[in-house]
Nanobody, 122 residues
Framework: QVQLVESGGGLVQPGGSRRLSCAAS????????MGWYRQAPGKQRELVAG???????NYADSVKGRFTISRDNAKNTVYLQMNSLKPEDTAVYYC????????????????WGKGTLVTVSS
């Protein structure tokens, strides 16, 4: 079974920085893409940033220039460096792994972490 575990959430002041990490564990052969989504109270879950195994990235317009996604393929870990945080960045941040291929198992599946809360407030 594949598990995604996020870490790094917490309380941060406006203008501050925070780094989220998400490690995927299990008998993983490959992961096509990994990404971060967030869901604020009363709002739908939205894509924040994504990165493929080849290093191609995409970002939501609201975080471009402030957030950076990176990935360590050897460790099946994805990071989200968040700078210049704003109160509107407050949300539960979820890690996603897209098309995870498990050893000796045909096909691929998507997995989600349980989320980590980031609160931006003074």
């Amino acid at each position: 079974q594949v598990q995604l575990v996020e870490s790094g959430g917490g309380l941060v002041q406006p203008g501050g920085s925070r780094r989220l990490s998400c490690a995927a564990s299990g008998s993983i052969f490959s992961i096509y893409a990994m990404g971060w989504y967030r869901q604020a109270p009363g709002k739908q879950r939205e894509l924040v940033a994504g990165i493929t195994s080849g290093g191609s990235t995409n970002y939501a317009d609201s975080v471009k220039g402030r957030f950076t996604i990176s990935r360590d393929n050897a460790k099946n870990t994805v990071y989200l460096q968040m700078n210049s945080l704003k109160p509107e960045d407050t949300a539960v941040y979820y890690c996603n792994a897209d098309h995870v291929v498990v050893v000796s198992t045909p096909g691929g599946m998507d997995y989600w972490g349980k989320g980590t809360l980031v609160t931006v407030s003074s």
